[in-house]
């Protein structure tokens, strides 16, 4: 499956629909670009493609991320958002013999996220805080052989926005963006204080900081 044409095509919908509901003033087109933390998760031996060293974990480097924001106002406050983020990047692997990293491979990450917005302040405010959520998946286009991924992901964060105009704008966003890299066992504690050995998911967290202009129709 093509995610980037799936992404694309997305957009052209949604340019299109927004053309149709200029006059309204709901949607939002925000093009970004910034930079992503790198972030790890324990992996098994036995599932790691081309990689041969002994290796107990993985790693996604910082990057530079790109991509948009599409949003479209229910409320003055409240917002439904679809976002694409994108890092061409790499994985290193972290050798169990000394703990040290090595390249591994090359990747391109696409993650696609559905959520809502709220933003605090009513449209009379040129500056306008908000906070955000979403959820949905990661997809790693992964080189050197290594298979590729495609896992549940989420988003935590918020921002700003300023308006120069009713149709133009600029935005500054920061995200918490785990990806679900792999499952293993470890001790699980419940809210009465029982504890037990359970399987565990383990994410991959990182973190998302860009800025971007806002288009308004």
């Not at 925000?30 to 599932?47: D, I, K, M, Q, R």
């Not at 948009?68 to 003055?76: A, K, M, P, R, V």
Request: hydrophobic share 35%.
């Amino acid at each position: 499956m093509d995610y980037r044409a799936i992404c694309i095509r997305l957009l052209v919908v949604f340019l299109l629909v927004s053309v149709a509901a200029r006059a309204q003033g709901r949607f939002e087109v925000s093009p970004f670009a910034g930079f992503e933390t790198s972030g790890s998760y324990p992996v098994n031996l036995s599932s790691n493609g081309t990689i041969t060293n002994p290796i107990d974990r993985l790693r996604a480097n910082e990057a530079t991320s790109y991509g948009t924001f599409l949003g479209y106002n229910l409320t003055e406050n409240f917002q439904t958002e679809f976002m694409w983020d994108r890092n061409n990047t790499s994985y290193s692997a972290r050798q169990i013999i000394d703990g040290t990293y090595f390249k591994a491979y090359n990747s391109d990450i696409d993650q696609f996220q559905f959520g809502f917005q709220y933003m605090f302040l009513d449209s009379s405010h040129r500056l306008r805080p908000y906070a955000a959520a979403s959820v949905g998946f990661t997809h790693d286009s992964n080189g050197g052989g290594n298979p590729n991924r495609t896992e549940f992901s989420y988003s935590l964060g918020g921002g700003v926005k300023y308006y120069l105009s009713r149709h133009f704008g600029l935005r500054g966003d920061i995200r918490y963006l785990p990806t679900y890299g792999s499952s293993s066992y470890g001790l699980y504690c419940d809210p009465f204080g029982f504890c037990y050995n359970a399987k565990v998911a383990n994410f991959l967290n990182r973190g998302n900081f860009v800025g971007g202009l806002i288009f308004r129709f």
